[in-house]
């Protein structure tokens, strides 16, 4: 036999065939000399807490009981049950104006639009009122006031070469190919070598570094247009347009552009860039249009310039000058017919035109209308001097030449007289004469002649002459009106082996003349 006394604190005596024999309670393990606790919540076995939502299992020294974690309440019949903290503002801690939202064992406050805050704190929005900060700024919240900030000093820098529109698919490395702009948010510019911007056309899907490229759609802002919205496009199987959303962009004092954006809608979405050099501030010709080619912007012929005949269109315009001969022609026309403009040239290859605009884009060429300048010859018949030249034109396709040069011929006449002919004359200075109203410049030109006609001037930089021979000196000033008071006398004239005047031997011409 036995008695409760005999056995563990926390077991009975119980007789079993006429023995007496100690058995843990109900709760406890053991052979009855000791009993131990059962943790029931261990094992979902012992306990029944696991078949209810929200409900969890607490241990007590010989049993159990099941609690209910925080948005739930207890019910016998059911277990633990949701509480709707929204049902009633003394369950839930929202601010009054902000919107309780109810979930299952949780609830979440939210400002309503025009407030900011975390709804459990709301304040009004400055922000939204849209006149605080100038339209360069941004205007940012934060709990109790509010700050105007210029996203120009203000970026996160991004300088990805994957980004580019030329990076393509890569069959080969795949698995290093695709990025992802998930969790992109906030004010950037986009850099490389040179500053980027987002395009602003379709991108191809499985470019720049992605599977799904993001583009622009909407044109960008100048300086003074400030902070402006537009549309963020993905090209994927709904077309160019697929899951549009918008960002901001601004352009800077600097010339580049910053973007607010944020994070596209799941991963292999990617913002693509391209060089951002822009038309603005290109000055073309009427003729011509702005276009960006490789990235750089130029001026380009207008496609709807009408072509005449080969002769007409190709004929130069020629002015014929003292000091200078001017020939052009219209650049578009001869890029029309197929000619080249970079190589273009007179008989001196190296004399090659300039691109210039005016009332069009032209192609000129400057010469003097002396004997070798850019290969030209100058003739004298006694009555008519006549300068001429050829200007050739290659014709070209992508920059190959594929036929040979076309030669347009083109001459200048001037009547043979002192003045003409000093035009290729040794030399010219350059004097100041003094009066009574102060300094007056006149230009004098002075060369040698072979004859006393003065129509055959010495061209050549040096003249060899034996000490017997006859010098006539042509001497010519320009730069005095026709009312001037002035005449021009030469009295003294000499010459020196140099161009330094006052070195070496001088060699009289003409003495107190």
């Known amino acids: 036999t036995c008695s409760d006394s005999d056995c563990h604190p926390n077991a009975t005596c119980s007789e079993f065939g006429g023995y007496g024999e100690c058995t843990c309670k109900e709760g406890f ?13 261990q094992d979902y076995y ?3 807490c696991y078949y209810y939502d929200g409900c969890y299992c607490v241990n007590t020294i010989g049993s159990y009981f099941c609690n209910c974690y925080s948005g739930f309440e207890y019910t016998e019949e059911i277990g633990c049950l949701d509480i709707d903290e929204c049902a009633d503002s003394s369950l839930n801690n929202c601010d009054p104006v902000a919107i309780c939202i109810n979930y299952y064992g949780y609830y979440t406050c939210i400002c309503p639009y025009g407030y900011y805050g975390d709804g459990y704190h709301c304040e009004i929005n400055e922000c939204l009122q849209g006149t605080l900060c100038g339209s360069n700024e941004e205007c940012i919240k934060y709990i109790g006031s509010y700050s105007c900030i210029d996203p120009c000093s203000n970026h996160t820098v991004l300088n990805d070469p994957w980004r580019s529109t030329s990076n393509t698919y890569n ?19 986009f850099k490389g070598e040179y500053d980027q911007q ?8 499985y470019s720049c570094g992605t599977a799904i490229p993001i583009w622009m759609n909407g044109s960008h802002p100048t300086v003074s247009d400030g902070i402006v919205n537009r549309t963020a496009c993905s090209n994927w199987y709904d077309g160019c347009c697929t899951y549009p959303y918008n960002i901001s962009v601004k352009m800077c004092p600097g010339g580049f552009y ?3 954006l944020q994070s596209p809608p799941s991963c ?3 913002y693509c860039t391209e060089s951002n050099y822009s038309c603005s ?9 702005c276009r960006i080619v490789g990235g750089v ?5 207008k496609t709807g310039i009408q072509q005449g005949n080969l002769a007409d269109d190709l004929k130069p315009q020629v002015t014929c000058g003292l000091e200078n001969i001017e020939v052009r022609f219209s650049k578009c026309l001869v890029e029309k017919w197929g000619y080249s403009t970079s190589s273009i040239h007179l008989r001196d290859y190296s004399c090659q035109g300039i691109i210039e605009r005016s009332d069009k884009s032209y192609i000129t060429f400057i010469t003097r209308p002396a004997d070798g300048s850019c290969g030209g010859s100058r003739r004298n018949n006694g009555s008519v001097i006549r300068y001429t030249n050829t200007i050739y034109l290659a014709s070209s396709s992508d920059g190959v030449i594929v036929r040979d040069d076309i030669p347009i011929d083109f001459y200048c006449d001037y009547p043979s007289n002192m003045e003409i002919n000093l035009l290729t004359a040794i030399s010219s200075y350059v004097v100041s004469v003094i009066n009574v109203a102060g300094t007056a410049n006149f230009t004098i030109t002075m060369g040698l002649f072979q004859d006393s006609g003065y129509t055959t001037p010495y061209t050549d930089s040096q003249a060899w002459l034996s000490s017997s021979s006859i010098l006539y000196v042509g001497v010519i000033v320009t730069g005095a009106t026709g009312s001037s008071p002035f005449v021009l006398v030469m009295k003294n004239c000499y010459a020196t082996p140099t161009a330094d005047s006052s070195y070496g031997p001088r060699y009289d011409i003409l003495t107190n003349q």
Do not use: F, M
């Open 258 to 260: 910053i973007y607010k």
């Open 171 to 189: 069959y080969n490395n795949w698995n290093n190919w695709y990025h992802c702009d998930n969790g992109l948010s906030g004010w950037y510019r």
């Open 281 to 289: 501030g290109v000055d073309c010709a009427p003729d011509e249009e």
């Open 46 to 48: 012992y306990n029944n």
């Open 268 to 270: 292999n979405y990617a």
């Open 297 to 301: 912007p130029g001026c380009y012929c």
């Open 198 to 205: 987002i395009p602003e056309h379709c991108i191809p899907q």
């Open 29 to 41: 393990a053991g052979d009855g000399t000791s009993c131990n606790d059962i943790d029931e919540c």
